[in-house]
């Protein structure tokens, strides 16, 4: 059999498709013999325009709609034309919804103009080479591409059974698919290494269709069938993925130069922080919430074959987190080994001293830690489970060791309040020399969150995103089962308080690049802080040896005055609440400690750091590969 495995616009150029890889390696497992052939839309998409528009529209051009448009509908709104046959589909939606929200366009309405004429060429190529089946891997923006080109494919060879996977299938949004566009013949909802290779045993005539996990398919009467998803893989029997047909792709492509390729690798799945709590605002692992993850022995194996392979040292972790026994088993390891890696992972943000050195020998250079807010009470509305001050922490120890923070502040949740933001904004300007985050964002409804599951935590007014209106041309009702994104009241603060918030970290984000605030000891070894923030004056400020700066030494870990004392006094300094509160006041008034919640931590980094551009590649605060979590 020939299986024709497609990754349509508008997956990034610069990352093999996981699902593909995986795939493409899985295939053996099926009980006949069979060719993968792997099209790679995406990089076809980008050439085309290239070539067509004679380089005014660059691969570029292509990643700011891959990134930005997300979160609009735009990437999908570039293919109804070839979806629906109809040129400049609600074009006039289109460019309100993008007004409304403050959104360039960029070029998307000039790639809507070649999308009907490429879907139609590259339909033709693909069905050139005769397959017996196509698949679809389809996540965030792939999904209206991926239908424009099944219904040129069933036009021209309507015997071709077209499959649809990937996270727009998950339940139930693959039966809405399957249900909703005639073309796709089947849908298969959840992890599909098991379900992939059941079904094309079920298309070699050896199971029948009731029998492949999670899959929506028509009975001859046109009814959709969804059978039972399939129980979570263990990580351990997930083959490595294999990326030969990308780079081979990659290396002939007109658009290589523009292109810096990065690995993607999946260690684990699941969250085992949202196994108990999860996340309210958090729609991941909506079917799959089980953590699990590989042995040590095969990531490291893995890496070290993918690595070697393609050589290539920048590699993304697409787990929602990292597994904390990594930090005793894998890291070492990997740290041990000098693989010189520049590693992006998401994690958890309570780690400690020792963790974050740990990440930065073996390679975790960049992380997204789920930060989201530097409130404590807001922290305990979205079910966090860390303090403010950890948080703050947390950047303060990846300055001194040099590790990239990824992360957006959250905000806009049930019960919030202004006072829960004022006291905390107020102290911005005394995080000048952390890494700010990339932005403000009020948060979405998505699916599968605890918000969207339960109505009474604050959100029981919804309907699908208003991006969906010019996206889709399906009643709500079938919306309501397809989409992820739903629009709902606005909770929380109200917008002049957003307004400061956002105002802040802007300014925060403009001083960051010169600003240091770092602790040295002097010849006598006295501490002294140097201070050179933007905005506060350049200054040396010595601390009194003994009891002040075992003080500010202690306060390296968040803690209230009360545990300060009990630690000073364990220390031999036997100092009154009152002598320790004048000094918190005194460095607070400096900036010099962040306090929440009556927990003080101290700001001033152990030596200088590198100043990296914290956001050159930054995620929106649901990352391209994944929503985020953490």
Request: charged share 25%; hydrophobic share 40%; glycine share 6%.
């Amino acid at each position: 059999m020939r299986i024709a495995l497609v990754s349509m616009p508008w997956h990034l150029l610069a990352t093999p498709s996981l699902p593909l890889g995986i795939l493409q390696a899985q295939t053996g497992r099926c009980r006949g013999q069979h060719e993968v052939r792997l099209h790679f839309v995406n990089l076809r998409w980008a050439e085309y325009l290239y070539e067509v528009t004679r380089g005014a529209i660059t691969p570029h051009d292509y990643e700011y709609v891959a990134n930005i448009g997300v979160w609009h509908g735009m990437g999908d709104w570039v293919f109804t034309s070839a979806l629906y046959g109809t040129p400049h589909w609600r074009r006039e939606r289109f460019r309100t919804h993008l007004a409304e929200n403050g959104i360039d366009p960029g070029k998307s309405e000039a790639m809507a103009e070649h999308a009907a004429d490429f879907v139609a060429t590259l339909a033709r190529e693909i069905v050139a080479t005769e397959p017996d089946v196509i698949g679809f891997s389809s996540t965030f923006q792939q999904n209206v591409p991926s239908l424009a080109m099944a219904r040129v494919v069933k036009e021209l060879a309507p015997d071709i059974p077209v499959l649809f996977g990937g996270g727009n299938c998950d339940a139930p949004m693959g039966a809405a698919l399957q249900r909703n566009f005639p073309f796709v013949d089947y849908v298969i909802s959840g992890e599909a290494e098991r379900s992939y290779v059941e079904f094309i045993d079920h298309l070699d005539g050896v199971l029948p269709a009731e029998e492949v996990s999670g899959l929506s398919w028509s009975t001859k009467d046109g009814d959709t069938v969804t059978n039972p998803p399939g129980a979570p893989q263990p990580m351990d029997e997930v083959p490595c993925p294999d990326y030969d047909s990308y780079f081979s792709t990659l290396g002939k492509s007109p658009v290589t130069s523009f292109v810096k390729p990065t690995l993607l690798y999946e260690a684990a799945r699941g969250c085992w922080w949202g196994e108990k709590h999860t996340c309210t605002f958090c729609g991941l692992n909506g079917l799959t919430m089980k953590f699990r993850a590989r042995s040590p022995e095969h990531v490291r194996r893995h890496l070290q074959e993918l690595v070697e392979r393609h050589r290539i040292l920048d590699i993304v972790a697409v787990d929602n987190i990292l597994d904390m026994a990594y930090l005793r088993t894998l890291l070492p390891e990997l740290a041990a080994a000098d693989m010189d890696l520049n590693f992006y992972y998401e994690v958890k943000s309570n780690l400690g001293e020792a963790d974050i050195a740990m990440l930065r020998s073996a390679g975790l250079v960049h992380i997204q830690p789920g930060i989201e807010n530097l409130s404590s009470d807001v922290l305990k509305i979205m079910n966090k489970g860390v303090h403010a001050t950890q948080n703050v922490r947390l950047l303060r120890m990846c300055e001194e060791h040099d590790v990239t923070v990824d992360w957006n502040y959250l905000y806009g949740f049930p019960g919030e309040r202004e006072d829960h933001y004022t006291p905390v904004v107020d102290q911005f300007p005394a995080l000048v020399h952390l890494q700010p985050p990339a932005g403000a964002v009020r948060i979405l409804l998505e699916r599968y969150s605890p918000y969207f599951q339960r109505p009474e935590l604050g959100f029981p007014r919804r309907r699908p995103a208003s991006l969906y209106d010019h996206v889709y041309d399906l009643p709500e009702a079938e919306l309501h089962d397809l989409v992820y994104q739903f629009d709902t009241p606005a909770a929380g603060i109200e917008e002049a308080a957003a307004t400061r918030l956002r105002t802040a970290i802007e300014t925060w984000r403009d001083h960051y690049a010169a600003s240091s605030l770092v602790l040295r000891h002097d010849d006598q070894d006295a501490p002294i802080i140097v201070d050179r923030r933007v905005g506060w004056p350049a200054r040396e400020i010595r601390l009194e040896p003994g009891a002040p700066a075992a003080v500010y030494e202690a306060l390296r870990t968040p803690r209230n005055p009360r545990a300060l004392r009990q630690r000073l006094a364990a220390e031999g300094h036997d100092r009154e609440a009152a002598e320790i509160g004048s000094w918190l006041r005194a460095w607070k008034d400096q900036g010099l400690v962040f306090e929440e919640a009556d927990r003080f931590v101290a700001l001033a980094t152990n030596r200088p750091s590198i100043k990296r551009d914290a956001h050159a590649g930054a995620m929106p605060y649901a990352s391209e590969h994944v929503p985020a979590g953490g």
